[in-house]
């Protein structure tokens, strides 16, 4: 091999000496690679024993302290020092903390949540909160809003109209879930469009997180967002607060094609019954979305009759209408044939 | 000009080529790394919050072509059936099949002729029937017969007669994570800008345990043949696709597993029947038409394991399909030639297209090339043998280098393959694949590249085992 | 000592609820999913079951619809975050004795499974 080397080295082209370096780098490289591939696992498997380990210790320790009350304050103190060293050890805490808070409720919650704190864990969510790595941020305010700590507000707040949207999301939850009342307040600070996953998002949220009165839906409707005021309606008709229909009406008129068409929708589902009129009065000088939109809650708004006829009424060339259309009618048509049967 | 000064040229030509792909693989390789890192991060504190009951996501037609199938068509059916998103249709084109395909379906699911009425939004051809089911329990199902018109049709077709304004087209014999359309939606919903598409990465199922249509456990194929076709997967997707989406530069959401805007399709005139290379050339005229038109837009990539294929198991048939997969890329790029190197188009003018020229279309012919090249200097030339083996060093440490570096990425990010045989096993694999596999896969885009030459426009149907059939548990 | 087995997949969870049971004095097992339940099951008799429905392999009603043809004297408490009707449904028309919601009251679930207990072992006039 030496003399191979040497050989080149005197005697060979240039081209022969770059590939022949070429070729080492990438070798070592990929040895590189194969000791890094192999260190991962054996890191891996190391870790995922220590994780274990530490997990038993928590759940162990966490379940004497909750169901037998033979811990003192020096107990958990002491259990404090000898395992939650790290901010890697603290991590897991808080992660197992979190799984008994999610599971459990009544005392036991309490319990949970002053151990958290009795612990110190709340200084490192904090530290993360500030550490200004988005990544760090969301899951501090991931962990604030399943532990309910209030006490963030102020820092949380600063996160509702972040670029990243993971973060963005969580600081949306940490809202609902901390609010007592008045859960979409947060809604105001809000700067930039809220998208279609977020307005489910904040739906779902209401529903799972938040268990106050159902706040009154209508003080959106004048956000200056489009996309908010689009969210405003779908949760009035969502939540039937059919006394907020007066207020929508006014969106029938609305110049802005989407909010329009969320208004007949949405009018639609709350049964507004003026609606089947203005249908029937606009339709032919109505885009072809709306059109679209207007097919298809015919059926709630009007009787059958009232549906048929709109089929003459849809222009020949608007073929994407009368698919959706006919589409209806079938469907209509054999829902009738099965009840007579 | 003596032979020793066209040989020094020519050395000098690979040599540059060379350091040129190098140079791209190890952007990709960079950008790769970014994206998975900052996927890994997304995903390490809380579970995706499951938002399968909302009724505000929108409805999604899930688009299956179906050509002589008739061997798992009803068990693939049952497995589309049982996936995990509140509101989707199931449409089975059947494309003129000849077996029993369609009388599977009929009797299977008691399906009964509906009375049916569409316009050709895109033209095809013709529809012979619609079908639907008289069991409630299979009310998302319906089945289109079709006269035979190639997969681009069928899917047109489709998309014709679907209700839904999101579609998802799918090989049918794809196996599917439950969530998969959950996850592929999200793009689409979570963008202020529109999307016009969003695809996932696709994984290997050969050998993998299946159980009601769903992946259970994950195991590695004892072929060989199989085992490169994973490697190759990696590359494709924790490299490729990975860098590029994280450029914008996406070009090719594989025709397997991709989710569209209806709408945009429509405007674009659908698949284009006359290219084998349909998945991909839809997107390029998708992004093509929207760089055009000045409308801001997005392209969604997802990069968790969602769709799971079976490869070509034969030599034979890996053959036919790169044959194929080759033909469909030199005619992607041919008929949007204008975008090339072409500034308005940006990333995808500067960098995509012609990436795919030089590395996708081109590589395997100068490699080809290459090969003819150092046998004519072996027969005319009294070169050291020294000099073919450091070319040869050379070559050889920077595909296993490439492959080892996609090995990592996986090992870094999804670690499927989790018993540590696997990974020796694998690694093993791409220490032979650049001497056995390359050299095939090569062979098949020169030969695909003659075939197109020669006018050859023939589909290649890809026999298959049958999902179920390779390994059932117990 | 009356024998209970519990089925969930969150060890940190089951680990809590065998603690609490065997301190209300249950000999307590521990299944991570449908398919050791059922080979358990097997093994042992027990006077109680106590399952989630989100489990890997097999659902929670599949595994109640497995018990209740298989062991039908045997009552079973659903503990799941489920909120979605038509499964809660499914469950008690499968003849699940009892419901309990996630989060859980640790303290309300002794009482509900000593209940659950009480009711079966009463003899049948």
């Known amino acids: ?341 | 000009m003596n032979i020793y000064q066209i040989a020094e040229i020519a050395s000098w030509l690979f040599l540059f080529y060379g350091i040129i792909i190098s140079l791209g693989y190890s952007f990709a390789a960079i950008f790769s790394f970014l994206e998975i890192r900052d996927y890994k991060r997304k995903h390490n504190f809380q579970a995706e919050f499951t938002l399968l009951q909302s009724s505000s996501l929108p409805s999604i037609s899930v688009l299956a072509p179906a050509y002589n199938e008739e061997a798992n068509v009803v068990e693939n059916v049952r497995s589309l059936l049982t996936l995990n998103y509140p509101s989707y249709e199931i449409v089975i084109i059947n494309d003129g099949s000849k077996d029993g395909t369609l009388q599977q379906l009929i009797e299977t699911f008691d399906l009964e002729e509906k009375d049916f009425k569409y316009y050709q939004f895109i033209s095809t051809q013709k529809v012979r029937a619609v079908y639907k089911s008289r069991n409630k329990a299979y009310k998302n199902l319906k089945i289109i017969d079709k006269e035979n018109g190639g997969k681009a049709d069928a899917l047109n077709t489709g998309i014709n007669l679907c209700d839904h304004e999101i579609t998802c087209c799918i090989d049918v014999d794809c196996i599917l994570e439950s969530d998969a359309l959950m996850k592929l939606v999200k793009p689409f919903l979570n963008n202020t800008k529109k999307v016009i598409a969003s695809g996932g990465i696709i994984r290997v199922a050969n050998s993998c345990i299946i159980e009601d249509g769903r992946i259970i456990d994950v195991k590695l194929p004892d072929t060989f043949l199989a085992r490169a076709q994973i490697i190759e997967y990696f590359r494709a997707f924790l490299m490729g696709r990975m860098a590029w989406s994280r450029l914008d530069g996406l070009l090719l959401i594989s025709g397997a597993f991709g989710m569209f805007d209806k709408e945009t399709v429509i405007k674009v005139g659908g698949y284009n029947p006359d290219t084998v290379g349909e998945d991909m050339e839809l997107l390029v005229r998708m992004r093509r038409k929207m760089r055009e038109e000045k409308i801001s837009y997005n392209v969604g990539f997802v990069p968790d394991p969602l769709c799971w294929t079976e490869v070509p198991q034969k030599w034979h048939i890996l053959h036919r399909q790169r044959n194929r997969w080759t033909r469909g890329t030199a005619e992607t790029l041919w008929i949007h030639r204008k975008m090339l190197f072409n500034p308005k188009y940006k990333v995808l003018g500067m960098l995509s297209t012609p990436y795919w020229l030089f590395f996708e279309w081109l590589a395997p012919l100068i490699e080809f090339l290459g090969i003819l090249y150092v046998i004519y200097l072996l027969i005319f030339s009294n070169l050291n043998p020294l000099v073919y083996l450091i070319f040869f060093a050379v070559v050889y440490s920077f595909a296993i280098l490439f492959s080892i570096t996609a090995l990592f990425f996986e090992e870094f990010s999804f670690q499927q393959y989790k018993k540590p045989k696997y990974i020796i096993k694998l690694i093993g694999t791409i220490l032979i694949e650049p001497l056995v596999y390359h050299p095939f896969i090569m062979w098949a885009s020169v030969k695909g590249n003659w075939d197109l030459y020669k006018g050859k426009k023939n589909w290649g149907t890809m026999q298959r085992t049958g999902l179920g059939n390779p390994q059932k548990k117990k | 000592m009356e024998k209970i087995l519990v089925i969930e997949d969150n060890p940190m969870v089951s680990k809590s609820l065998e603690f609490k049971l065997s301190r209300d004095g249950y000999e307590v097992f521990i299944a991570e999913d449908g398919r050791v339940a059922k080979e358990i099951l097997e093994k042992h008799n027990f006077d109680l079951i106590l399952t989630d429905l989100m489990l890997p392999f097999i659902t929670g009603i599949q595994l109640i619809e497995h018990v209740k043809a298989v062991y039908p004297e045997t009552p079973i408490i659903v503990l799941s975050t489920s909120k979605q009707e038509d499964i809660i449904m499914d469950a008690f028309n499968l003849g699940v004795e009892d419901f309990i919601t996630k989060p859980f009251s640790p303290n309300e679930l002794s009482v509900r499974v000593k209940r659950s207990l009480k009711i079966v072992s009463q003899p049948v006039r």
């Not at chain 1, 507004?272 to 298809?296: A, G, H, M, R």
């Open chain 1, 1 to 341: 091999m030496q003399e191979f080397i040497e050989h080149i080295i005197q005697n060979g082209e240039l081209i022969l000496k770059i590939n022949l370096i070429f070729t080492l780098l990438f070798f070592l490289t990929t040895l590189f690679f194969i000791s890094s591939i192999l260190y991962l696992r054996y890191h891996k498997i190391l870790k995922e024993k220590k994780v274990k380990k530490l997990n038993e210790k928590l759940s162990n320790f966490i379940n004497i302290y909750l169901f037998d009350e033979s811990l003192s304050p020096k107990d958990i103190k002491n259990f404090q020092s000898q395992n939650l060293k790290n901010t890697f050890e603290q991590k897991i805490a808080i992660k197992a903390l979190l799984v008994f808070e999610e599971n459990l409720k009544g005392s036991t919650n309490t319990m949970i949540r002053d151990l958290f704190f009795t612990w110190e864990l709340d200084k490192l969510t904090e530290r993360d909160l500030k550490s200004g790595v988005w990544y760090k941020v969301a899951r501090a305010i991931y962990v604030s809003s399943e532990l309910r700590l209030i006490d963030f507000k102020e820092l949380v707040k600063s996160h509702l109209n972040t670029e990243r949207e993971e973060v963005r999301q969580q600081a949306i939850l940490y809202f609902i879930t901390i609010s007592e009342e008045q859960p979409l307040e947060f809604l105001d600070l809000i700067k930039t469009p809220i998208t279609l996953w977020e307005q489910i998002y904040i739906e779902e949220c209401l529903k799972t997180k938040y268990s106050g009165p159902i706040p009154d839906f209508s003080n959106l409707l004048h956000h200056n967002l489009t996309s908010v005021q689009l969210f405003s309606m779908k949760m009035i008709s969502e939540y039937n607060q059919f006394e907020n229909i007066e207020k929508m009406v006014p969106f029938l008129l609305s110049e802005k094609e989407e909010l329009k068409n969320a208004a007949i929708e949405y009018l639609a589902h709350l049964e507004y019954s003026e609606l089947l009129d203005y249908c029937k009065e606009t339709f032919n000088s109505q885009t072809p979305n709306t059109k679209k939109v207007i097919i298809k809650i015919l059926q709630r708004i009007g009787n059958t009759d009232d549906f048929l006829k709109f089929e003459s009424r849809i222009p020949a060339h608007d073929w994407m209408n009368l698919q959706v259309f006919n589409n209806l009618k079938s469907n209509y048509i054999e829902e009738s044939n099965s009840v007579t049967l």
